[in-house]
């Protein structure tokens, strides 16, 4: 099991959730992408965006180690 697969279901989401937070048409396209086909650097800073950091791009896709994806502050660490 891939560590998106893994954390997927660790969100009690399914492949079509997952697909439909990601913009894709499909939950196939996150069938492959968990068997590791087809996952773009976008896709892969998108997962990691989407996870905050839970599944890092440097575990999705190993040889962009040395990718770092930039965060603002939510609103909840923001002070009023």
Known sequence: MSHLETWRRSKGWSQADLARRLGLR???HVSRLESGVGLTTDLAIA???LSEGECP???TRPDLHDVRVIRT???SQVSA
């Open 26 to 28: 499909s939950k196939g």
């Open 47 to 49: 997962i990691d965006r």
């Open 57 to 59: 791009v440097a575990e």
């Open 73 to 75: 502050p939510s609103e």
